[in-house]
């Protein structure tokens, strides 16, 4: 089998795994280390060897035999777990799937963001340190620091290995929610680097999310954020050019968008919002599928956009949802009454200046556009952002210098 394959397949059977070993060892991090040794054995053995006869079998036993040699080796554990490391190892991985508890376990309230989600990529996802600070561009010993530290966090809050109980499952399930999102947000743009996309960590966000929705088929909020990174992802394949550079949304060649995405999306947040009031993540995909069904930009529904913003605002309190109202604004009542709704913003980064640039442009003071141009540029750390905003502000220049030679 390809290496893909192989990937594809150990990314699947990680949680099933670690689940089983984390379940009987009582010790989340030390199973998490042991499964992790697992899956790099297999990944070097798999791909020339061909797949065994039972690979979760394989991956049980050898994560089991890891972690039996490692507590055999450390006279100070306790007497369980040197008890639990003697009881032969089951046949085969149980029917029972452990993933969303791992979800819930990766995404503890008293976790950092940061510290979350590289430890769902890697229990959850399966994938490893060195992938993980690849895709964050941090050094691995920074991020191995980071996993760490999370496991230990987890350890000390002596978390049951089980789902939380009815009354702190809706405040873990808003940070599971959160951490998803944030994961997809980071592959769908990356934060910095020369890549726009990282969709290693995209499709993730969208393969656990699907995951989630699929054990908790009626909450609304998860329906909603997996309708969400539906949406959004659909436009991807016409977000760069040839190049690899930056295509904005109303230039993008709508025909290349992902319409089974787009299907699916839709469909997922017309049934999201019949469940009740709806939260963030099913304002956010309503209003990313307003702008997917519209089949050309000018078929925009703005005005339904810019009300759905004023819901979220209100819901959230959140500057990045002000920032977008402001173009919706502008896009409703003209550039001067977004330009006036971005002078009570306050927010740092490269974005405020970006928006204010595009409807500057729009308000035809070019000099103003161009000066906020740059300004966004020099604030971005994604290279292909960064060349993008230095387009649009040489273009601009140039169309203002034809102008005042009459040309």
């Not at 295509?247 to 997922?268: C, F, K, N, S």
Request: aromatic share 4%; hydrophobic share 45%.
């Amino acid at each position: 089998m390809a290496g893909v394959g192989v990937e594809d397949l150990l990314r699947t059977l990680a949680p099933q795994v670690l689940g089983v070993v984390a379940r009987r060892f009582r010790d989340f991090g030390a199973a998490e280390d042991a499964v992790q040794e697992a899956l790099l054995a297999a990944a070097r053995h798999w791909p020339s060897e061909g797949l065994p006869d039972n690979p979760r079998g394989w991956l049980l036993q050898a994560a089991v035999n890891r972690l039996t040699d490692q507590l055999r080796s450390d006279q100070a554990r306790r007497r369980r777990e040197d008890t639990a490391a003697l009881e032969p190892p089951p046949p085969d991985v149980p029917d029972r799937d452990d993933t969303l508890v791992l979800l819930f376990l990766c995404c503890h309230p008293a976790l950092t963001p940061a510290s979350a989600i590289a430890l769902t990529l890697r229990a959850v996802g399966g994938l490893t340190t060195a992938e993980i600070a690849g895709a964050f561009l941090v050094p691995e010993a920074t991020m191995a620091q980071r996993i760490t530290r999370a496991k230990a966090r987890i350890k000390a809050s002596d978390v049951p290995f089980r789902l939380p109980a009815a009354e702190e499952r809706e405040a873990r399930l808003r940070s599971v929610l959160h951490v998803l999102y944030l994961v997809f947000n980071e592959g769908y743009t990356s934060s910095a680097g020369g890549r726009l996309h990282r969709t290693e960590l995209s499709g993730e966000a969208i393969r656990l999310t699907r995951l989630l929705h699929a054990m908790l088929p009626e909450n609304g909020e998860v329906a909603g954020l997996l309708a969400l990174m539906l949406l959004t992802d659909a436009r991807r394949p016409a977000r760069t050019g040839p190049s690899g550079e930056l295509v904005p949304l109303a230039e993008q060649d709508r025909t290349r968008w992902d319409r089974a995405q787009i299907r699916e999306g839709v469909a997922l947040v017309t049934e999201a919002l019949a469940l009740g009031d709806a939260g963030e993540y099913r304002l956010q995909a309503a209003i990313a599928a307003a702008h997917d069904i519209a089949p050309r930009v000018e078929d925009t529904d703005w005005d339904r956009i810019l009300s759905t913003y004023r819901l979220l605002e209100r819901l959230t309190d959140n500057p990045v949802v002000t920032l977008n109202r402001a173009i919706a604004t502008a896009m409703v009542h003209g550039p001067a009454a977004g330009l006036a709704l971005l002078e009570t913003l306050e927010l740092g980064g490269h974005r405020p200046d970006a928006v204010r640039a595009h409807l500057l442009e729009l308000a035809g003071d070019i000099a103003g556009a161009v000066r906020h141009y740059d300004a966004a540029a020099a604030r971005t750390t994604n290279t292909s952002e960064q060349r993008y905003l230095l387009t649009r502000a040489a273009r601009l220049r140039e169309s203002e210098q034809i102008d005042l030679r009459g040309g």
